[in-house]
């Protein structure tokens, strides 16, 4: 089961629509505050609303992202009577769920008895297959009415119909999908902007789940030897000949980084290695076959880390992708980590394994966001004006200030 494609109109700094059509890496750059991260977000805020786990109205919160205090917070400008639309594509071995859903925040002037002063509804709802198309009949009932079919209820963005009721054959299909959503919900691996610190001492047993801010990584190692192989080799590789290994008294133990005889406690080091460690434990354990997470999403992956050691993470995500049972979405700033990806593609890499998107900034209140073609020799089909020529820029000023102290000591 994967995602085609994901898209938003009218959603937070998106005014016009944002289409993100998926590859098996995904990459989302941009300046900072631009929507970056609410792009990559959103699928999980889609799936939720889609997923048996859903409860009624739309959610603002999922496991442990918020998305808004309240709905109008999701809508672009806060306006109160304004609305969002939201769509995806899943493919689930040939079968498709392609929808898209538009929900209206409302607000009852004065409210009704019993009724809450401000509430959304699903204004309309297009499904291609099988051929869905309502249309909402503004009513001040929370059961919303729509055309040609009456009234309807709603759990996130898809009916709630029970089984005794009259229209439940026609909607057959909805709890399947809610079944599937969920699973596909659940499948997600969400690494966060910063990464927690690791323990300076851990204590053995059942790992938990990798978690939004890496906490399991450590934990993850202790429990399947392989992985810790993997993960040592590949610090060995890119950071500076730095090994992984665990010491261990009793039950307890502590993660250790290796080089030659020197010994470090990884929670007194860099803290660049010890953010660098959940993406490259969530990555390579698609390697040794753990195939618990079918989208990965990865937020700064290159957070504290030098810029040397960026461009080995291009790698570490193209070799997931390669591997064709994960989907890998990051948002970076890295310049190093794009180039790596580029160079690949230059070298023989499919393009069409990767999917690159610039998130703009407009000068009067919104963002917007535009794919970048990546040609089989490495180069793009037009790329940003000034985005990473602070180099360049520098360089230049460097010169004519060279330039001019040589002028001033001649005369």
């Known amino acids: 089961m994967k995602i085609i494609e994901y898209r938003c109109t009218n959603y937070k700094a998106f005014r016009g629509e944002a289409r993100i059509q998926m590859r098996p890496l995904t990459l989302l750059f941009g300046k900072n505050n631009s929507g970056k991260s609410t792009l990559l977000r959103l699928p999980r805020l889609i799936l939720h609303a889609l997923s048996a786990r859903g409860r009624n109205g739309f959610p603002v919160n999922v496991d442990e992202l918020t998305f808004g205090g309240k709905f109008v917070d999701l809508i672009h400008g806060g306006l109160t009577h304004g609305s969002v639309s939201l769509g995806i594509v899943v493919d689930d071995e040939g079968e498709r769920l392609d929808l898209n859903a538009t929900v209206q925040n409302v607000q009852n002037m004065p409210p009704e008895p019993g009724q809450p002063k401000e509430f959304c509804v699903i204004s309309h709802l297009r499904i291609a297959q099988p051929a869905i198309n309502l249309e909402w009949e503004p009513r001040s009932r929370m059961v919303a009415s729509y055309k040609g079919v009456g009234e309807l209820p709603f759990r996130g963005l898809l009916p709630d119909i029970h089984r005794n009721d ?6 057959s299909f909805v709890k399947e999908w809610r079944e599937r959503a969920q699973v596909l919900e659940e499948q997600i691996s969400h690494l966060g902007p910063v990464r927690d610190e690791v323990p300076r001492v ?12 890496g906490s399991g990584a450590v934990a993850r190692l202790g429990q399947d030897r392989d992985l810790l192989e993997q993960v040592s080799s590949w610090f060995q590789d890119n950071m500076d000949g730095w090994g992984i290994s665990l010491d261990y008294a009793g039950s307890a133990y502590k993660c250790l980084l290796q080089r030659g005889e020197i010994s470090v406690n990884l929670a007194d080091a860099g803290h660049g290695l010890q953010q660098v460690l959940p993406v490259v434990v969530q990555q390579l354990s698609h390697r040794i076959g753990d195939n618990s997470s079918v989208i990965d999403l990865v937020e700064q992956p290159e957070l504290h880390l030098h810029a040397a050691a960026h461009a080995p993470l291009g790698d570490l995500f193209l070799e997931t992708a390669n591997q064709g049972n994960c989907q890998v979405i990051v948002e970076t700033h890295s310049e ?37 073609a990546i040609e089989p020799d490495g180069n793009v089909d ?9 180099g360049y ?14 002028r001033n000591k001649k005369s």
């Open 202 to 213: 851990l204590e053995g047993g059942v790992a938990p789940p990798l978690g939004f801010g």
């Open 393 to 406: 820029e520098e360089l230049k000023a460097l010169n004519k200030a060279q330039r001019s102290r040589l």
């Open 382 to 390: 037009w790329w940003p004006e000034g985005v990473f020529s602070e």
């Open 336 to 372: 190093n980590l794009l180039l790596r990806v580029r160079r690949r593609i230059a070298e023989g890499l499919d393009p069409s394994m990767v999917a690159l998107y610039y998130v703009l900034e407009h000068p009067d209140g919104y963002s917007s966001v535009r794919p970048i």
């Open 166 to 171: 009259p229209a439940a054959s026609k909607w």
